[in-house]
Each structure stands twice: as C-alpha cells, then as structure tokens.
C-alpha cells in the first residue's frame, strides 16, 4: 500500500518535472520567436510537409519543425523565400487549431518537392 508521505514525495516530484517541462517549451517557443523575428527563411530540411495538400500557387503547404502548437501551415515557397507574398495567389494561412491536415509519410506521401527523404 502507498503512503501519504510516498503519495506527497511523487506528487511534489510532478510538479517539479512539469515544471521543468514547461521551462522547456517556452524557451524552445521563445527560440522560434527570435528565428521568426531574424529570418524566417526555412530550408526543406526545416520544414515538414503536408502529405497531399498544396496552396492555389502550387507549393505544398508546410510549417517549420520547431514551431508550437498554435502555429498554421503555410505556404512553403513562402516559407523558403522563394516567393513574396503577393506575387502570386495564395490562400489564407491554415491554423493547426482549425483544420486537420495530415503530414507528410510514406503511406500518405508527400508535396515535398523531390519526394521524402
């Protein structure tokens, strides 16, 4: 049988631990936040890509690998500089939050340009 004190000592520890948990997140956020800020050029490696969906312009939608769960795909030829936001047409943003939109896998594929790696 487990004891108060036994009880008390592993519930102090998860706190503890979700502490530490918590301090991980939000400074691996606020890492994301600064690259946002300095330069939000992405390389294909840094991205992950929608398994079939693809924006009006043609790009597959992707979003970088370190950002948080209330970020949103994206256009990835925005997200890679290779495009400005007006010269061609896009779509809104799609929050993670508000549209279920499978990753790219073997079994879904990808619209990563070149294929999985």
């Not at 592993?10 to 330069?39: I, L, S, Y």
């Not at 970088?64 to 010269?87: F, I, R, V």
């Not at 279920?100 to 990563?112: D, L, M």
Request: proline letters at 4%.
């Amino acid at each position: 049988m487990v004891t108060k004190e036994q009880y008390d000592a592993a519930a102090k520890r998860m706190e503890e631990d979700q502490e530490t948990v918590n301090k991980f997140f939000k400074e691996k956020q606020e890492v994301f936040n600064k690259r946002m800020e300095e330069n939000p050029i992405f390389t294909d490696d840094e991205l992950i890509y929608s398994g079939t969906n693809r924006f009006i312009c043609g790009a597959g939608l992707a979003y970088p690998k370190d950002c948080g769960g209330n970020h949103y795909w994206d256009c990835s030829s925005l997200l890679k500089g290779e495009t400005q936001l007006g010269a061609l047409q896009h779509s809104p943003q799609y929050p993670f939050m508000t549209y279920s939109i499978h990753g790219e896998s073997e079994y879904r594929g990808t619209t990563r340009p070149g294929g999985l790696k």
